[in-house]
């Protein structure tokens, strides 16, 4: 579980990303983030793994307190939560399946990791993690030959290999064409309901976001002014969320 009481982000410039945030998030839950650039999507995703501290409040993760945690604890902890960002974050110039057990390097001793020497465990592990995004044969090919969608994909598989409860994505198929997108969306969705990962999925297009999330958040000027089932999003609603304007994925949809 994933609770945000009373939580609020002012950055040191003076921006408040968070604003008086309460939010309940039960493990195995699919949750769509949406709302204008600014309005504090990524910076309440990046506060559950501690890559932002919160100024004020209380996040707590299973149980533990997040802003407590230091040093191995923090670390630990980390281990729990998988990050997926826009940009993919590979080593393009090495294979595929190297690009997975990067996720194990952190459990590593430090010889292993300057010989590259992999336990068996992990590459069959990383092959698994493969298989469950659809590019196992993708394995010993160069990250750098593949679409940006596969390498998406491989960024998916590498965040599996941790084994994590929780995955966070951040923008995940915005540089993604739509057929693609979807694709990409499916496998989360997929991840989700086959391992009941709670998955966070901060993204822009309002259409994915109804079709492949069960719930939505509606983040406007760092407070949530919509929780609730990805069904009762009306176009009242959006109005509410983007403030007055609804964006073009849905006018088209």
Do not use: C
């Not at 009373?6 to 990303?17: A, D, F, H, R």
């Not at 769509?32 to 996040?59: E, F, P, Q, V, Y």
């Amino acid at each position: 579980m994933i609770e945000f009481s009373n939580v609020s982000k002012v950055y040191p410039n003076g921006v408040v990303g968070l604003d008086d945030v309460n939010l309940t998030i039960e493990q195995g839950e699919f949750v769509g983030i949406i709302g204008l650039s600014g309005a504090g999507k990524s910076t309440l995703l990046r506060t559950i793994n501690r890559m932002h501290d919160i100024t004020s409040g209380t996040l707590t993760v299973d149980g533990q307190e997040v802003k407590n945690l230091k040093g191995k604890q923090l670390r630990k902890f980390r281990r729990n939560i998988g990050m997926i960002f826009q940009s993919f974050n590979l080593v393009t110039r090495t294979t595929v399946i190297r690009n997975v057990l990067m996720a194990k390097v952190p459990e590593m001793p430090f010889w292993r990791v300057l010989l590259g020497i992999f336990k068996k465990e992990d590459k069959l592990n990383a092959l698994e993690a493969l298989d469950k995004v659809g590019i196992l044969d993708k394995a010993y090919i160069r990250a750098d030959q593949l679409s940006g969608g596969q390498q998406q994909r491989v960024a998916l598989a590498r965040t599996l290999a941790q084994n994590p409860k929780i995955i966070l994505a951040d923008e995940p198929v915005a540089a993604l064409d739509p057929v693609t997108a979807k694709q990409v969306m499916s496998d989360f969705k997929k991840i989700n309901q086959e391992m009941n990962i709670t998955i966070l999925i901060n993204i822009h297009h309002v259409e994915l976001a109804l079709a492949y999330a069960d719930r939505i958040i509606g983040i406007r000027a760092g407070k949530i002014v919509y929780d609730g089932p990805s069904a009762d999003v009306t176009e009242d609603v959006l109005n509410m969320i983007y403030a007055g304007k609804i964006p073009d994925e849905v006018e088209e949809a």
